[in-house]
Nanobody, 124 residues
């Protein structure tokens, strides 16, 4: 059974940067799309970014384009989210997730395995 464990969250001032990591267990790391989602208080879980199978394709939610970068280290079975120019509206719990679908799924319902989440708080 696959397990995903996020780390790297924390408190940062507006304009700062954080890098989230998601360590994925199992030997099929390259075989699935892996995504990042976030959930702010009182809001639904929302798509942030996805890395397609093997990491050759990526997609981003509009508001993070040019600021966030999703990447994989296949040797370490780890997914990353580099977040730059953070703003208070980026404050949320960030989750990584695995999908069994092809392409670059962007709906939370298209993912079947989730990590426990890591808190990101951006102060103004």
């Amino acid at each position: 059974q696959i397990q995903l464990v996020e780390s790297g969250g924390g408190l940062v001032q507006a304009g700062g940067s954080l890098r989230l990591s998601c360590e994925v267990s199992g030997r099929t790391f390259m075989s699935y799309p892996l995504g990042w989602f976030r959930q702010a208080p009182g809001k639904e879980r929302a798509f942030v970014a996805v890395s397609g199978r093997g990491g050759q394709t990526t997609m981003y939610e509009e508001s993070v384009k040019g600021r966030f970068t999703i990447s994989r280290d296949n040797a370490k079975n780890t997914l990353y989210l580099q977040m730059n120019s953070l703003q208070p509206e980026d404050t949320a719990v960030y989750y990584c997730a695995r999908s069994r679908l092809f392409g670059t799924p962007m709906k939370s319902s298209q993912y079947d395995s989730w990590g426990q989440g890591t808190q990101v708080t951006v102060s103004s």
